[in-house]
Structures are given as structure tokens and as C-alpha cells.
């Protein structure tokens, strides 16, 4: 707010998309044509005329080819919804830093692996150290890697990076580094003009890099590491990584200042490792059930108001996003509306012809743009920030108006060991025994795409989202490369929205007059991707296989002469006598 002027100055902007107008018209010609497709096949039902040979079957055949059309046109229908009205935002950060520098809040930030073997540790550390290395307050950032796997070498790993950090975290923001991954950093260089201060820190990161590969070759921590920190300790009850006891490590917080000082002195994120309690008999709900112990565990170690989580193998690729994601909650106007801002899944490893369509370019650059125009884009699972409150549940109000005020709620006489056995029982598999975690708090269970269910469950909720897709990526990641990879992977998607639809959580009537009507269609959309390919399949062999019998199932393309013969063949024998009359009249008649 200019409030010399009493004029409003925005936190963002939101552009239409151009061409919506030619779009549109084009979609109503689309389906005009569409519309005459369907107008033939219902004509020519009746009026087609089939061999004996061919009646059993013909007929059967128009009906399903009269199916799959109708079906391709609903389904086209139904994308339409996400491509109607895009919309384009632009966040200003200079406006954020002039009204609220002082009061920024605290973030917390969610890492999650769970196999160190399909999940190399490196991988993991490095997408927390470019997360570690945001343009932000360190003291305001807490970082919280979830360890499904309990594995010892990512623990191991994780202590390196926290030594590691001292070091890099003061590089970064003295050079201005871009993406402050180190692995990605090393591996792009360009700038000579840091050649010394870069030589440094690329030999503590090589020589850190080869202690954690030797580990994760040997699986076996080092004798000296396991002795130097107590945190080895709690893997002596270990059985396996289904079954073992919460371990905890708060690695870095501002408690123990002499540990949690990079270089220069000054202070570091906090950084916590956990591996949550599981047993045989507990079901763990997979990611779903990590993130809900990480908002349970973090709501007492630090308790940030926004949270980001990422995949372990999405590093930061814009040390800038946070204050880009403040823009929309901080809004003046707007902000109370937005419960999470989704950025795009985007990725470092895309091929220069890209043969899978791994860059889900059509969903990255036009269906989530217009998922925003409709109220918002579905919550992807990775690269989201979220308000607390709406995460953990909390339905939205007209009266709903967020206090951005840091609030320290930790007791200064708590110490560390007190915090961490005081925090690990939020992470035993008991505790969510009859209560909401799962149900109306927290990540939905019950569904391989939970972060899908919950996204609409935040919205229906009365919660609207946005989309931010900035030129620089926020976040890069490793997409698959392989067709098998790619099959796997979209197998999985498929097969999880496919669920969502005849779940308690279909967008069909969970959603039904809490969402804007086009949002709910582009939900019903992605839930019918999978069935989608039944029709495709009819549509892709049926008509190759009649057209090898000389049976048509399309219409013919017919010269004006040729349709004339076609419909003089329909008519009455006298009906051609007499229009042959009138083609070919007597001499006589002609005087």
C-alpha cells in the first residue's frame, strides 16, 4: 500500500493469456466439426448398407467407432475447461522487501527420500544444500530431510553436508550463485573471475563427495564418523527399515551457537534428520504419512508458517523463489485467498527432441496456466509452498486474515536432547490412532497420488491456489529417459487418478459446488487419462483392420457428379424413369 498516496500497490500481478479470443473461436470450429462427425455416424447407422457376409459384424463395429467419437469429443470437452482462460502472474519482490523485510516469516522446508540405492546420497545433499542456500534469513529457514529408508549412509551424508554448509552457504550469497546446488553449480561453471575461491570450495566439495561415495560403496559408515557423533547410537536398535524406532538429529538450530556458525559467524539454517517410527503391523502411507510426521515434528522445532517440500531430486534452481511465493500469501488484497503456490515440474535432463514428452510441456506451459484462470492448479507433490494452516486443515473464511508476525515459541530453558525426545513421539506410529492425520489434517491417505487428493481437498475447502512459472525454473529435477521409465512412471499416474475418480474423493461429487465448475472438469480430465486409452486403442486398430477387408468406415470423398449417381441409386425406379425423362428430352419436345 502507497500510503502517501492512499493508492494499492500490489504484491503481484495476474495477465490474461493472448490469443484467448482467436483460441476460443477455434475451439467453437473444433467442435462444430466434431458435432458433424457425430452427425454422420448417427445418419449412416440407418442408412448403410451391408453385405450379407458383413451384417453380423459391420453394424457392431459403426457402433463402436459411434462410441469412441462421442467419448473423444467428451473428452475433449472436459480438457477444454484448462485451456479456455490462462493466466500469467508476476510477483514484485522489491514491494515485499519494502513493506515486510523486517517481518518475513519462517519457512519450513521438507526433503523427502526413502532408498538410498535408487536415491543416491549425493543426489539427496545436494538438493538440500541448494534449499540450505536460499536468498532468505538463514535464522527464518529450517530444513527437515524425511529418511523412509532409515538408512545411516544418508544420515552419514547429511552430516557432511551440515559441515559442508559453513562453507558454501558463505560463497553462494558473497558471488550471487546460480543454482546453488553444488553439483549443478560445478558442472555449468562459466564465471573465471572467482578462479581462487572457486578452487577452494570445489576441493572440500570433491573431498566430500568421495568420503560419502566410499560409504555408499562399502554401506558402511567410517569407524571415525560413527564415533565422533552420538546420532550413530540409534541405529543399535535397527532391524530394518521397516521396522525400527524414530530417529531424530537435530543436526544445526540456534541453540547450539557454536556448532550452528558457518565461516564468518554467522547463523546457519536449522537442519534435522528424521526417520520415522515403523513397525510391521502399521501401515505407513507411504510419502504421505512422512510429510504428516514432518508437519507434526516441525510444528515444535521451529513451527514456520509457509512450507515447502520438494523431492529429493529436485534441487533449488532460483535462490529467489521463496520471496517470489511471499508475493502471492503476503498480498495486501489477495493473499488470505491463496493456501499454496505450485510451481512447475520441470527438469535439467530433458533431451533436445525430448521422444517421451518428459517435459510435460503441455502441462507445465498451458494446462496449469489455465488451471490458475479456473481457481487454481492441482498441488503436484513437489516444489509447493503451502500455508500451514490450510495444510494441516483449517477452512477458509471471508474473516481469514493471516498474521505474518514470527512468533518464538520454544522454551529457552529446552535443550536440544530435551527437543529432540520430546519431538520424536510425533512420529510414532501410534500416534495418528484416532485422530483427523490423514482424514481432514495433514496429506490425504488412501490414494498413490495423495498430493492430488489434497490439493483438491484444500481448495474444496474454500482455498484457492496459484501458479508461478518463472523463465528461470525454481526447481530442476531428473526426469526419465528411457521408454520403460516412461511407461512405469505414467502407469503409476494414470493408474492413481484413475482412483481418485471412484474414491471418496472424486471431483465428480466431492468437489461438486465447492469448485468453480471448469476446475472440477480439469480434475475429471486427468482422472480419465487412463481409460481415455481404451477408445484410443479401438479407434487405432478397428478401422486398419476393416480397411484391409475393403469394408469403409469413414465417409468417401465424392466429386459432385459421383454424389449424383450415389443419390439417383436411392430413389424409386419410376422416380428415375421420370428424372431421366427431364435429362434427355424427346426432340419432339423441344418445339
Excluded at 554467522?266 to 528424521?274: A, D, G, N, S
Aim: with cysteine.
Amino acid at each position: 500500500m502507497d500510503r502517501g498516496r492512499g493508492v494499492y500497490s500490489p504484491l503481484f500481478e495476474t495477465k490474461k493469456g493472448r490469443g484467448r479470443l482467436i483460441y476460443r473461436l477455434f475451439s467453437i470450429s473444433l467442435f462444430t466439426a466434431i458435432s458433424f462427425i457425430w452427425l454422420y455416424r448417427f445418419n449412416h447407422i440407418i442408412t448403410t448398407n451391408y453385405t450379407q457376409q458383413e451384417e453380423d459384424g459391420g453394424k457392431l463395429v459403426w457402433f463402436g467407432m459411434l462410441a469412441a467419437e462421442l467419448w473423444f469429443g467428451f473428452y475433449w470437452f472436459l480438457t477444454q475447461a484448462f485451456r479456455w482462460n490462462l493466466v500469467f502472474r508476476q510477483p514484485f519482490k522489491d514491494r515485499l522487501s519494502q513493506r515486510y523485510e523486517h517481518m518475513l516469516p519462517e519457512v519450513d522446508i521438507f526433503v523427502c527420500t526413502a532408498d538410498p540405492e535408487i536415491e543416491p546420497p549425493m543426489m539427496v545433499i545436494n538438493t538440500v544444500l541448494s534449499v540450505m542456500a536460499f536468498d532468505y534469513p538463514s535464522e527464518k529457514l529450517s530444513v527437515y530431510l524425511s529418511d523412509d529408508g532409515g538408512s545411516e549412509i544418508t544420515f552419514y551424508a547429511l552430516l557432511e553436508a551440515a559441515t559442508f554448509a559453513k562453507h558454501w552457504l558463505p560463497f553462494c550469497k558473497r558471488f550471487k550463485v546460480e543454482p546453488r546446488s553444488p553439483a549443478a553449480y560445478f558442472n555449468g561453471i562459466k564465471d573465471t573471475n572467482i578462479a581462487n575461491e572457486l578452487v577452494a570450495i570445489k576441493k572440500l566439495y570433491n573431498e566430500m563427495e568421495k568420503r560419502i561415495e566410499d560409504a555408499t560403496k562399502l554401506k558402511r559408515v567410517p569407524q571415525e564418523a560413527r564415533l565422533k557423533h552420538k546420532g550413530f547410537s540409534q541405529w543399535d536398535s535397527y532391524s530394518s527399515k521397516r521396522d525400527h524406532d524414530t530417529i531424530l538429529q537435530i543436526l544445526l538450530h540456534k541453540k547450539d551457537h557454536d556448532n550452528s556458525k558457518d565461516v564468518h559467524g554467522f547463523m546457519l539454517p536449522t537442519l534435522v534428520y528424521l526417520a520415522r517410527e515403523k513397525r510391521p503391523q502399521y501401515h505407513h502411507n507411504y510419502k504421505a504419512g512422512a510429510m504428516n510426521s514432518l508437519l507434526r515434528v516441525s510444528s515444535i522445532i521451529s513451527n514456520g508458517k509457509v512450507i515447502l517440500n520438494v523431492d529429493c531430486d529436485m534441487y533449488s534452481n532460483n535462490s529467489e523463489s521463496i520471496r517470489d511465493s511471499l508475493c502471492y500469501f503476503m498480498d495486501e488484497e489477495k493473499g488470505h485467498e491463496i493456501a499454496f503456490v505450485q510451481s512447475p515440474q520441470a527438469f535439467e535432463n530433458v533431451t533436445k527432441n525430448d521422444l517421451y514428452a518428459s517435459a510435460l510441456l503441455a502441462i507445465a506451459e498451458v494446462e496449469f496456466h489455465g488451471a490458475d484462470g479456473c481457481g487454481g492448479p492441482l498441488y503436484i507433490g513437489t516444489g509447493c509452498f503451502h500455508k500451514r494452516e490450510s495444510l494441516c486443515g483449517m477452512k477458509f473464511s471471508d474473516e481469514y486474515r493471516h498474521n505474518w508476525k514470527s512468533e518464538d515459541n520454544l522454551s529457552t530453558e529446552e535443550t536440544l536432547h530435551e527437543l529432540e525426545e520430546k519431538s520424536k513421539g510425533l512420529a510414532s506410529c501410534s500416534y495418528e490412532e484416532n485422530t483427523q492425520w490423514g482424514k481432514e489434517m495433514g496429506l490425504k491417505y488412501g490414494c498413490p497420488v495423495e498430493d492430488v487428493i489434497t490439493g483438491l481437498s484444500i481448495q474444496s475447502n474454500g482455498w484457492k491456489s496459484v501458479y508461478y512459472n518463472p523463465a528461470r525454473k525454481a526447481f530442476l529435477g531428473v526426469a526419465p529417459t528411457s521408454l520403460l521409465q516412461v511407461l512405469i512412471q505414467h502407469k503409476r499416474w494414470s493408474e492413481g487418478d484413475f482412483q481418485i475418480l471412484f474414491s471418496k474423493y472424486s471431483p465428480a461429487w466431492y468437489a461438486f459446488g465447492k469448485i468453480n465448475l471448469s476446475l472440477q472438469m480439469g480434475y475429471c480430465a486427468y482422472c480419465l487419462w487412463a481409460p481415455n486409452c481404451l477408445a484410443t486403442l479401438f479407434y487405432s486398430i478397428i478401422p486398419s483392420l476393416y480397411l484391409l477387408k475393403g469394408i469403409p468406415l469413414f465417409p468417401k470423398i465424392l466429386s459432385l457428379q459421383s454424389r449424383l449417381r450415389f443419390q439417383k441409386k436411392k430413389l424409386s425406379s419410376a422416380t428415375r424413369k421420370k428424372l431421366w425423362s427431364l435429362e434427355h428430352p424427346h426432340p419432339c419436345s423441344l418445339y
